[in-house]
């Protein structure tokens, strides 16, 4: 048998979904590679036409390798807290945008980001109810425009 029911009933973690699938499939790790890369690209494309279209202002004169390599480094900087939801890892981005490329380090933002006590996309979710007005206008006030340069890429 395979999947779930060699899990006993529990529920599979990721990475024991994709061994499963790759045994069920006979996919090979590099064939899995790649279809993570492709998603990931679509996943960049969707954010980086959010942007353009919602928001303008924050990308007017940002030309287009420009702006997908901030978007894929804001996804890794997003993954970089566990995040895996694609509406956590745009609203992660569009966050970088709109409030700072560093509003993440901004204790009260990154104290809801690290809460250990809930999970990484959950806490995206609800990140503008954890931190308060002032701690985004701290966030703002921050803002350092070199930090897109210190993205991974």
């Not at 029911?5 to 064939?31: C, M």
């Not at 702006?67 to 993954?79: E, I, M, P, T, W």
């Not at 990484?120 to 897109?148: G, L, N, V, Y």
């Amino acid at each position: 048998m395979t999947g779930l029911a060699e899990g006993g009933g529990r529920r599979l973690r990721e990475s024991e979904e994709e061994i499963s699938l790759a045994t069920r499939f006979r996919l090979r790790k590099e064939q899995l590679e790649a279809m993570r890369a492709a998603s990931d690209k679509i996943l960049i494309e969707r954010i980086v036409k959010h942007l353009r279209s919602q928001c303008t202002a924050e990308v007017t004169g940002v030309s287009e390798e420009v702006l997908r390599k901030r978007v894929v480094g804001g996804v890794k900087r997003a993954r970089s807290y566990g995040m895996k939801w694609e509406s956590s890892l745009m609203s992660f981005v569009v966050l970088m945008f709109h409030i700072a490329p560093n509003f993440d380090e901004q204790p009260n933002i990154r104290r809801a980001l690290t809460d250990e006590s809930r999970k990484p996309d959950e806490r995206m979710q609800d990140i503008e109810s954890c931190a308060t007005t002032d701690d985004w206008k701290q966030a703002k006030a921050k803002a350092d425009p070199k930090a897109w340069e210190k993205l991974p890429s």
